[in-house]
T-cell receptor, first 113, second 109 residues
């Protein structure tokens, strides 16, 4: 049983560019959450998707947007990249209607130069 | 005040020691509580849920104090492999999950 998979694992972008990160949830999970983790910090909630809609959002600007597809996979898009967007981006999936325990992917390490 | 606060440590303990971490949360309506473990440059992994009555999983014991709004994690008989960052996680009503910044633990031989 494949767990949560994310791609790419590493990425280097230039300031002002746009990036798309991808996530496939664990089998049987239909809810996907995205987190940003800066070095030495805990993960910060960006948003959660369920039934192809954004269900809740953390304190992130509109430059951060997402999408969920009918097969429950998800994308995180970040526009107009800033140096401060450099971080580990984690995707977590969970089954709906049950305890919100989440299973994380290995993350995408984004470096903005 | 941060929504979830943890002592960042690091905690440096010898093998076999008992170590305890505390975590406080600000939203009294919070419903679900967890401890996650994160190894260096890896993703967080669920260690254990925290139940109101307290719960134990082998060498790990988690406690919840709703009146004082804190949760704790006790690790007995520490192993070298317990070295990691321990993240306190709170899920208030709704869908947003809040992570603490983590407590670093180093277990030395």
């Amino acid at each position: 049983d494949a767990g949560v998979t994310q791609s790419p694992t590493h990425l280097i972008k230039t300031r002002g560019q746009q990036v798309t990160l991808r996530c496939s949830p664990k089998s049987g999970h239909d809810t996907v959450s995205w987190y940003q983790q800066a070095l030495g910090q805990g993960p910060q909630f960006i948003f959660q998707y369920y039934e192809e809609e954004e269900r809740q959002r953390g304190n992130f600007p509109d430059r951060f947007s997402g999408h969920q597809f009918p097969n429950y996979s998800s994308e995180l898009n970040v526009n107009a990249l800033l140096l401060g967007d450099s971080a580990l981006y984690l995707c977590a999936s969970s089954p709906s209607g049950s305890s919100p325990e989440a299973f994380f992917g290995q993350g995408t390490r984004l470096t903005v130069v | 005040r941060k929504e979830v606060e943890q002592d960042p440590g690091p905690f440096n303990v010898p093998e076999g020691a008992t170590v305890a971490f505390n975590c406080t949360y600000s939203n009294s309506a919070s419903q679900s509580f967890f401890w996650y473990r994160q190894d260096c440059r890896k993703e967080p992994k669920l260690l254990m849920s925290v139940y109101s009555s307290g719960n134990e999983d082998g060498r790990f014991t988690a406690q919840l104090n709703r009146a004082s709004q804190y949760i704790s994690l006790l690790i007995r008989d520490s192993k070298l492999s317990d070295s990691a960052t321990y993240l306190c996680v709170v899920n208030p009503r709704g869908f947003k999950t809040i992570f603490g910044a983590g407590t670093r633990l180093f277990v030395k031989a």
